[in-house]
């Protein structure tokens, strides 16, 4: 049976263009298109936006995007063997489609792009912690996006929500939750893709805030969640031992016990410490 918008099924595009799922290109392929026209509206109000999609594969979060009224969508495959499949659901949508047959690490797709700009994928799971690290710390504040909407493993989703005490709590939270407002606002079983990937998934909403939560020295901020972190079994004033012989008293001016441990430190006592150093 055809779908709404008057193309074929998922299952026969992938059929007609032998879309054989690649594992080193992270394909797990969305097939339900009521799952992804659910994903489309999770991003918020697309009609005045444009929308960076990364890896659309057969398309089907595509066809959700435009099917929500995007006013453009910019995707970028990595896999030319889509190209065809993508370029059915440009001729379905005129003028509102442009396909980059290009790698996401490696393509600049500020040129691309006119504002306002929200993001919206599917990511393969082999880059999607390292593109929303990239999205996160850009040189200057805000971004050229005004949110991200992402399906990560679950267990990554959880790193990017969680709080203080948390088992997840960590840098990515801290990084996220500093300049957005992140929110799971998904979980899909593994069946919900083809073929299915052994952990469950989730989408994360982010929402960029205007100005930082706190103040903060962003590169002093990185440095130390990383020392902290990278020992956070460790007491503070020894995994931060090399911040300076005065380590200590500058964890207890910001209310820091210097005996605690990073995973209870909250974000904003970690960007008073940060604001601490020149
Ligand atoms: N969006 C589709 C969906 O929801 O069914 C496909 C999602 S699949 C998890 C990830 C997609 O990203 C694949 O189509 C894969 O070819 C593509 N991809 C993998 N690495 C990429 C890269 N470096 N740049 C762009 N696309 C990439």
């Not at 700009?117 to 040189?139: C, F, H, M």
């Not at 990017?160 to 079983?189: C, E, F, M, N």
């Amino acid at each position: 049976m055809a779908a709404i918008d008057g193309l074929p099924t998922l299952a026969q595009v992938i059929r007609t263009h032998d879309l054989v799922a690649k594992k080193q290109l992270g394909q797990n392929f969305l097939l339900d298109l009521n799952l992804t026209a659910k994903i489309a509206r999770a991003a918020g109000d697309l009609t005045q936006c444009d929308v960076l999609e990364v890896g659309p594969g057969p398309g089907g979060l595509t066809r959700g995007l435009l099917a929500e009224g995007a006013r453009r969508v910019l995707a970028v495959e990595k896999d030319a063997r889509c190209l065809p499949a993508l370029a059915e659901i440009a001729a379905a949508y005129p003028g509102q489609l442009e396909v980059v047959n290009a790698d996401a690490l490696a393509l600049d797709v500020s040129a691309y792009l006119t504002p306002p700009v929200r993001v919206v994928a599917n990511l393969p799971y082999n880059i999607g912690t390292e593109l929303l690290v990239r999205w996160l710390s850009p040189d200057e504040w805000p971004p050229f996006w005004q949110s991200l909407t992402l399906m990560f493993q679950k267990e990554v989703a959880q790193r990017i929500v969680a709080k203080p005490g948390d088992k997840a709590y960590g840098r990515l939270a801290l990084l996220a939750q500093w300049r957005t407002d992140p929110r799971i606002v998904l979980t899909l079983p593994p069946e919900a893709f083809s073929p299915a990937p052994k952990v469950h998934s989730a989408v994360v909403h982010l929402t960029r805030l205007e100005a930082p939560r706190y103040p903060a020295n962003g590169a002093m901020l990185s440095r130390i969640t990383a020392m902290a972190f990278n020992q956070r079994r460790k007491m503070l004033r020894s995994s931060l031992k090399a911040m300076g012989p005065d380590i200590e008293a500058r964890l207890e001016a910001v209310g820091i016990a210097p005996t605690a441990r990073a995973e209870e430190i909250s974000l904003e006592k970690f960007c008073a410490l940060s604001m601490g150093y020149p």
